[in-house]
């Protein structure tokens, strides 16, 4: 069934539910307690929504993942049939130690349409804006691309800002960016946040590179079907046990998977709120009696992105949520 309503008003709640619960732990330096809190109140909240959904993006495996794990189903049961991709928390250490850039994330498409667990957790990833769409080719050198996304953008190589993951596994590409004359922007986490934010109106970068998490790469994939971006990805396994599963699955490690091999659908919805304040969204601020979310809501069908300033009333909302947004556990 087509996705003919808009669920992006819909799923916008269930990221500023997981964002005001979590923003409460912000800084007490407990991963766990925070994405929990985001957790409980994001699941509270995808229950409410009209769709028949399963988590394929989620926690983990049922048995590792007390809620949202992989397969769960999610929703009120009724049609359209949907893949739910879910980070109640992207950045839980950012957002456990008080730095910037955690978000709350929800993407969904229709049933069958989302990159499904190939028990490889990471991918080598390019990603660009839609200006820069068609300019990137993730078997190129490093400086190839560079060059071509500053020809794309009508920019010199050294307007270029790259974002990578600050890893000891990105010592050799940090190296060869720099000698492009490129500039980088390092990140400790959040590489959703890092591909979509080459994707936005005035971007703060250009291109994201390096190795990340697969599962990060499915829900940016879904922005960036959203948003006319584009993003390439190769599975990159860990170690001989995760080749070894590549041999045995018959899991070809040189494809490239593009946008349209992570999500095939046509009728993609993202929502993001921010949980604690970064370039790409602000985060939750608390004030006596309420609180002011800020999020994007994106849908591939329309191509409309909208930025939303939230107003949330305690006495109200938990009179009609039953979730306590006041209290920190």
Known sequence: MRLERNLGMDLVRCTEAAALRA??????????????????????ALDAVPMDGVVVIGEGEKDEAPM???????GSGD??????AVDPVEGTTLLAEGMPGAIAVVALAERGSLYH??????????AVGPQARGAIDINAPVAENIRNVARALKKEVEDITVVVLDRPRHKDLIHQIRETGARIKLILHGDVSAGIMTAIEDPPADILMGIGGAPEAVITACAMKCVGGEIQCKLWPRNDDERALAVA???DLERV??????VRGENVFFAATGITDGEFLRGVRYFSGGARTYSVVMRSAS?????????HDWTKLMRISGVDYVHAR
């Open 23 to 44: 923003a409460r732990l912000m800084g007490r330096g407990d991963k766990n307690a925070a994405d929990q809190a985001a957790v409980d109140a994001m699941r509270f």
């Open 68 to 74: 949202l794990y992989i397969g769960e189903k999610v």
């Open 79 to 84: 049609p359209p049939a949907v893949d739910v």
């Open 117 to 126: 667990w190939s028990g490889i957790a990471y991918m080598d990833k390019l």
């Open 249 to 251: 699955n018959g899991i």
């Open 257 to 262: 998977y593009c946008t349209s091999d992570l």
């Open 303 to 311: 191509g409309t992105v909208r930025y939303i300033e939230s107003r």
